[in-house]
């Protein structure tokens, strides 16, 4: 597996879209007022996506780690199952197209382990950035 984004809550969503704009950012999905992605300028494939941050719920980061393969995730969940870690959610394909499965690490961090292909940089509703 290879880290694959890192998601932050936002409070404003325009304010943030131009602060990571103007660090040079290159941003690859506009979804208002809730959901940005970006990906850094040297094309390296990391992103980084804003997400809103609902004021009842708490702030929380997830942090994405990708497969190559479906049937590398479900089988790299099966193996950290048996070394005791528990999931509360299991891997499930998304609306969005991917496959997911999320646990927490021991300070509570979301951690989402997840298979997308092409679906991670290069979705259907992708900004044409030509």
Request: a negative charge.
């Amino acid at each position: 597996m290879q880290l694959n984004q890192i998601t932050i809550p936002c409070l404003d969503y325009n304010v943030s879209i131009a602060f990571y704009t103007q660090l040079g950012l290159v941003q690859i999905v506009d979804a208002p007022p809730r959901y940005a992605r970006f990906e850094s300028p040297n094309g390296d494939g990391a992103t980084l996506s804003l997400h809103i941050r609902d004021q009842e719920a708490p702030s929380h980061t997830v942090i994405y780690f990708d497969h190559d393969s479906a049937a590398e995730l479900d089988a790299h969940v099966k193996a950290l199952q048996a070394l005791g870690l528990k999931f509360h959610k299991l891997p499930e394909d998304e609306s969005w197209g991917w496959r997911e499965a999320r646990l927490k690490d021991p300070a509570g961090n979301e951690i989402c382990l997840m298979f997308a292909g092409k679906n991670r940089r290069f979705p259907d509703w992708r900004i044409d950035i030509g």
